[in-house]
């Protein structure tokens, strides 16, 4: 496990998550993530995460209306940059969070280039299977 540091583009706010990218990371084809250009890394223990500094700076991506899931991604509103998601819905495992690999500061360029990542298909709510076209992701 490593404790990975991570930050918004302006420097306001900062935090540090337990995880491991080389047991893989996320991408997905759902409306939600393509527009935002997704990546995340989910925790294994969603505890192990903490903002080191900024949190009066952060802000929620307002909700679809029709969406039911308790799910919250979190962004810098000085800089507009997205750091992480978290929640608690059946299909995740029960409470969750993941963070965005974009926003981590301590990681070599051959670590991200070597994490896995797996596209779903979460446009069909399947997030466990693969997505059938990724090029665009
Ligand atoms: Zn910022």
């Given at each position: 496990m490593t404790l990975y540091h991570g930050s918004c583009f302006c420097g306001s706010v900062s935090f540090e998550a337990e995880g491991d990218l080389s047991s893989g990371t996320l991408r997905c084809n759902c409306e939600f993530c393509r527009k935002m250009r997704y990546w995340d890394m989910p925790l294994p223990?969603?505890?192990?995460?903490?903002?080191?500094?900024?949190?009066?700076?952060l802000a929620e991506t307002p909700r679809k209306k029709n969406l039911s899931m308790d799910i919250h991604h979190f962004f810098c509103t000085r800089c507009g940059t997205r750091m992480w998601t978290e929640g608690d819905a059946a299909e995740f495992g029960g409470r969750f969070r993941q963070v965005c690999v974009?926003?981590?500061?301590?990681?070599?360029e051959a670590e991200l280039v070597g994490a896995p990542v797996f596209f779903a298909d979460g446009a069909n709510d399947d997030w466990f299977f693969p997505a059938p076209e990724i090029r665009h992701l």
């Amino acid at each position: 496990m490593t404790l990975y540091h991570g930050s918004c583009f302006c420097g306001s706010v900062s935090f540090e998550a337990e995880g491991d990218l080389s047991s893989g990371t996320l991408r997905c084809n759902c409306e939600f993530c393509r527009k935002m250009r997704y990546w995340d890394m989910p925790l294994p223990d969603p505890e192990k995460f903490r903002v080191t500094n900024g949190a009066e700076l952060l802000a929620e991506t307002p909700r679809k209306k029709n969406l039911s899931m308790d799910i919250h991604h979190f962004f810098c509103t000085r800089c507009g940059t997205r750091m992480w998601t978290e929640g608690d819905a059946a299909e995740f495992g029960g409470r969750f969070r993941q963070v965005c690999v974009a926003s981590l500061d301590n990681v070599a360029e051959a670590e991200l280039v070597g994490a896995p990542v797996f596209f779903a298909d979460g446009a069909n709510d399947d997030w466990f299977f693969p997505a059938p076209e990724i090029r665009h992701l």
